[in-house]
Protein backbone atom coordinates (compact mmCIF):
# COMPACT_ATOMS: atom_id res chain seq x y z
CA UNK A 1 0.00 0.00 0.00
CA UNK A 2 1.21 3.68 -0.82
CA UNK A 3 1.61 5.98 1.80
CA UNK A 4 3.32 9.17 1.77
CA UNK A 5 3.87 11.31 5.35
CA UNK A 6 4.92 14.35 4.95
CA UNK A 7 6.93 16.45 7.90
CA UNK A 8 9.12 19.52 8.65
CA UNK A 9 6.63 21.76 9.13
CA UNK A 10 6.52 24.32 12.13
CA UNK A 11 6.34 27.87 12.84
CA UNK A 12 8.84 30.28 11.55
CA UNK A 13 9.53 34.26 11.17
CA UNK A 14 9.08 36.22 7.86
CA UNK A 15 12.51 36.02 5.96
CA UNK A 16 13.49 32.42 7.49
CA UNK A 17 13.46 28.98 6.22
CA UNK A 18 12.06 25.39 6.29
CA UNK A 19 12.78 22.08 4.38
CA UNK A 20 9.75 19.80 3.93
CA UNK A 21 9.89 15.79 3.44
CA UNK A 22 7.58 13.74 1.80
CA UNK A 23 8.66 10.17 2.30
CA UNK A 24 6.87 7.26 0.77
CA UNK A 25 6.41 3.87 1.50
CA UNK A 26 4.59 1.19 -0.63
CA UNK A 27 6.61 2.05 -4.11
CA UNK A 28 8.36 -0.84 -4.68
CA UNK A 29 11.51 0.48 -7.47
CA UNK A 30 9.08 3.13 -8.89
CA UNK A 31 9.50 6.15 -8.69
CA UNK A 32 6.45 8.43 -9.50
CA UNK A 33 5.93 12.50 -10.30
CA UNK A 34 5.38 13.80 -7.12
CA UNK A 35 4.54 17.61 -6.27
CA UNK A 36 3.71 19.69 -3.37
CA UNK A 37 0.70 21.31 -3.16
CA UNK A 38 -0.49 23.67 -0.02
CA UNK A 39 -3.99 25.00 1.10
CA UNK A 40 -5.02 27.43 3.51
CA UNK A 41 -8.01 26.90 5.66
CA UNK A 42 -11.46 28.14 3.25
CA UNK A 43 -9.49 28.12 0.12
CA UNK A 44 -8.78 25.60 -2.85
CA UNK A 45 -5.99 23.78 -2.50
CA UNK A 46 -2.92 24.86 -4.93
CA UNK A 47 0.25 23.50 -6.72
CA UNK A 48 3.96 24.27 -5.74
CA UNK A 49 5.86 22.14 -7.70
CA UNK A 50 6.66 19.04 -8.92
CA UNK A 51 9.84 16.98 -9.45
CA UNK A 52 9.23 13.87 -12.18
CA UNK A 53 10.57 10.36 -12.13
CA UNK A 54 13.52 11.39 -14.26
CA UNK A 55 14.72 14.61 -11.61
CA UNK A 56 12.95 17.01 -14.15
CA UNK A 57 11.26 19.80 -12.11
CA UNK A 58 8.07 22.05 -13.12
CA UNK A 59 7.94 24.98 -10.55
CA UNK A 60 3.97 25.75 -10.97
CA UNK A 61 3.53 28.25 -8.61
CA UNK A 62 4.97 31.88 -9.51
CA UNK A 63 5.58 33.81 -5.94
CA UNK A 64 7.11 30.60 -5.05
CA UNK A 65 9.54 30.51 -7.79
CA UNK A 66 13.08 31.87 -6.52
CA UNK A 67 12.31 30.95 -3.36
CA UNK A 68 11.09 27.26 -3.19
CA UNK A 69 13.34 24.71 -4.34
CA UNK A 70 12.23 20.77 -5.32
CA UNK A 71 14.34 17.86 -4.93
CA UNK A 72 14.66 14.23 -4.54
CA UNK A 73 16.47 11.75 -2.97
CA UNK A 74 17.53 9.04 -5.58
CA UNK A 75 18.39 6.31 -3.29
CA UNK A 76 15.25 6.62 -0.74
CA UNK A 77 12.76 8.55 -3.30
CA UNK A 78 12.14 11.02 -0.42
CA UNK A 79 11.03 13.97 -2.16
CA UNK A 80 12.35 17.35 -0.22
CA UNK A 81 10.79 21.17 -0.75
CA UNK A 82 13.23 23.50 0.82
CA UNK A 83 11.20 27.04 1.14
CA UNK A 84 13.61 30.17 1.73
CA UNK A 85 12.57 33.92 2.55
CA UNK A 86 9.15 32.77 3.72
CA UNK A 87 6.77 35.30 3.94
CA UNK A 88 3.28 35.37 6.06
CA UNK A 89 1.43 34.38 2.77
CA UNK A 90 3.14 31.28 2.36
CA UNK A 91 1.19 30.12 5.81
CA UNK A 92 -0.97 26.71 4.77
CA UNK A 93 -0.99 23.33 4.89
CA UNK A 94 1.76 21.39 2.97
CA UNK A 95 0.79 18.53 1.20
CA UNK A 96 2.53 16.15 -1.23
CA UNK A 97 0.76 13.62 -3.21
CA UNK A 98 2.05 11.06 -6.10
CA UNK A 99 0.67 12.65 -9.82
CA UNK A 100 -0.11 11.44 -13.30
CA UNK A 101 2.69 13.46 -14.23
CA UNK A 102 3.81 17.19 -13.82
CA UNK A 103 3.43 17.89 -17.22
CA UNK A 104 -0.45 17.66 -16.93
CA UNK A 105 -1.12 20.11 -14.77
CA UNK A 106 -1.76 23.49 -16.57
CA UNK A 107 -1.76 26.02 -13.81
CA UNK A 108 -1.34 25.93 -9.90
CA UNK A 109 -5.52 25.66 -9.63
CA UNK A 110 -5.27 22.59 -11.59
CA UNK A 111 -2.72 21.14 -10.56
CA UNK A 112 -4.36 19.07 -7.44
CA UNK A 113 -6.71 17.30 -10.18
CA UNK A 114 -3.41 15.36 -11.31
CA UNK A 115 -2.81 14.01 -7.86
CA UNK A 116 -3.53 10.27 -7.30
CA UNK A 117 -2.52 9.62 -3.70
CA UNK A 118 -2.40 12.24 -1.30
CA UNK A 119 0.25 12.47 2.16
CA UNK A 120 -1.50 13.64 5.61
CA UNK A 121 0.14 17.46 5.24
CA UNK A 122 2.09 19.22 7.65
CA UNK A 123 0.98 23.16 8.53
CA UNK A 124 3.37 25.70 7.78
CA UNK A 125 3.25 28.96 9.87
CA UNK A 126 4.92 31.78 8.83
CA UNK A 127 4.42 34.75 11.32
CA UNK A 128 6.33 37.19 13.74
Known amino acids: QLLLVESGGGSVQPGGSLRLSCEPS????????IGWFRQVPGKKREGVSC????????DWLDSAKGRFYISRDAAEGTVYLLMKRLKPDDTADYYCATVEGCDLALTPNTAPNTAIHWGQGTPVVVSS
Open 51 to 58: ISASGRIW
Open 26 to 33: GLGMRHPD
